[in-house]
């Protein structure tokens, strides 16, 4: 497997020979931020053309096909529109907070998604509690989101956002649970270690029973937590107008819509992360011809494919389910998913302990 | 308890039947047609109802039904009263079925009013015209 630290040491040694050592770390971080966020808009429009073909095939139809090659323009050019539209003042509004809140929701999402390698070797935020540091930064977002609400000071906006507080801060525990499951199967951290641990087998096969449960579990509470799918009641359309993001114009709504589709990738490339293996190739022991074939795969190629592979399962489920009640959800969360994920650790627990694992 | 975990796997059960059905649905053919683009193949349901039109008029026999059925006035019919040469007896022949396309709701009472099947609607539905005239149409020919 290719190892990118070879590229960015490179770059670094050559930058640090021409310039101080400190400036050199500046311009890198520059430049990261500039990949990053260019990087944050293109997986945006890749997931929203996404969204609009793999609905429109659930559905019977065929989705966009007129602006460019099969429709292939269509979210660059909505891009554009959304770019060009006013952002309209509310006149009752906390100007202040109205205007801070898509911020917050947009940095929550950037700095979740500086979490994920890549590739190997294309880790940005990489330390011994990246988890952790992932958990806390997506759930800033609920912040951001219960701010747009109260300050719009709409009734329509201030209910979505309440429920999506409700909501979020309840599945962030179901999250949390069954991402500690694997964290207990490997005994660390750090993401790009996660990853490395994965070399002779994904843990979803290593952990089997429990770290497939815990994967299902992580699946719905993903779901829950960027508010898609049958979670949606925070933007209920048929009852909440568009929920918390209901007064927002422009690029302000633009910010909260693209944060949504991102959030959505990052929910799923944690999983391919943690449950599939990231980039890891799958290799299958005793198969050495295969697993040469495998390797040969570039291991950006691999996490991409993982990542919008369950992308895909996520929307599968949101195009096939209707939208849940609030005591539902509650419900499903506080009833089913947070004792079956304790249950689910313990078993973990004891799966480690006594070594049942592959 | 027992209750707690069976309802658990009928509640999976239950979401996995829905989620076949859109599996299913998402490799089905889609229905969208691209219209313009397809319109030397375009296929029209039999029973779409594009305009009312006469096959054969001989089958007319001007009894007036179809008009007197039409709630909107759409049809307009002009007879003349002709004799018989053999048998000397008076009947109506028709001279001009006027059809008023603007004002046509598709209802298809016309059709089922008529006694000798002469009129059917046909699927034929690109009806852009410029003037509201030009969809005033007389279906006989002669």
Redesign the interface.
Known sequence: MFDFGIVTNWIHTQLASVMSESLAIFLECVIIGVCLLLLYVVIAIIMIYMERKVC???????GP?RVGPWGSIQVICDVFKMLTKEIITIRHSDRFLYNLAPYIVIIASVTAFACIPVSRGLEILDFNVGVLFFMAASSIGIIGILLAGWSSNSKFSLIGAMRSGAQMISYELSVGLSILTIVVLTDTMQFSEIVMRQADGWFIFKGHIPAVIAFIIYLIAGNAEVNRGPFDLPEAESELTAGYHTEYSGMHFGLFYVAEFVNLFIISSVAATIFLGGWMPLHIPGLDGFNAVMDAIPGFIWFFAKAFFIVWLLM??K???PRLRIDQILTLEWK?LVP?GLVNLLLMVIVVVFKLHF | MVGYIKGIFRGLGSLLTGMKVTFKEFFTRKITEQYPENRAVLKMHDRFCGELVMPDESKCIACGLCQMACPNSTIKITTEPVTDPETGKTRKRLVKYEYDLGSCMFCHLCVNACPHDAIRFSTEFEHAVFTRSKLVKILNKQ
Do not use: D, E, S, V
Not at chain 1, 56 to 62: E, I, S, T
């Open positions: 429109a095939a659930f559905q019977c139809r065929l096909t599968w489920i195009w096939t389910f089913y079956i």
